[in-house]
Structure formats: structure tokens, C-alpha cells
């Protein structure tokens, strides 16, 4: 396997009255993931990526980590330095914004 995780963050649009993820910011974690992952020398190892609909519109923007398969919801960009360390770094889901 070419990466031991890859992160894909929602950067769909939708048509009202659904909120998208889009335009809650979704390009802006896609890029704020990638500069922490560059800036910790793990960019090589790890892959952080826009993608589309992750289906969890209510609960986005949302995140997902794989091979975990782990579903992150109301991501902020406050979170993505606390996702990196926690769970892409230490192997430990942030459990306050995992989706059951």
C-alpha cells in the first residue's frame, strides 16, 4: 500500500436547504490537513484529499480516515491539527467528533 492512511474530507456542494460541506469550509480543512502533514514530514506516508459526498450532510463538514474507516463530523479547523496528532500520528480516534 502506497500510504498507511489517507484522509478524505467532503468538499461537495448541494443544493439548498442541505448544508454542504463545501461551503462549510470543506476546501480549506482538505488544504489545512496537508499543510500539517507536510509540516510533520508525514505527507509521504499519509495522503489527505478533497472527495465527494460522504453522506453525513447533517453532520458536516465531515471527515473520513482510512483503512480505520472512521467518520469524523463538525469538523472545524481547529480540529485538524487534534485529528492529525491524535489519530493519524498516535492511532487514537478523536472520539468527540467520530460518528457512531
Known sequence: MKYTKHVFVCTND???PKK???SEN???LVEA????LTE???NIEIRAQRA???DTCGKGPSVVVYPEGVFYGFVTLDDVNEII???LVGDK??????IA
Open 26 to 28: 470543506g476546501m480549506k
Open 85 to 87: 496528532e491524535s489519530h
Open 40 to 42: 510533520r514530514g508525514l
Open 20 to 22: 454542504c460541506c463545501g
Open 52 to 54: 465527494g459526498c460522504l
Open 33 to 36: 490537513f496537508k499543510a500539517g
Open 14 to 16: 448541494k443544493d439548498a
Open 93 to 98: 480516534p478523536v472520539e468527540r467528533l467520530v
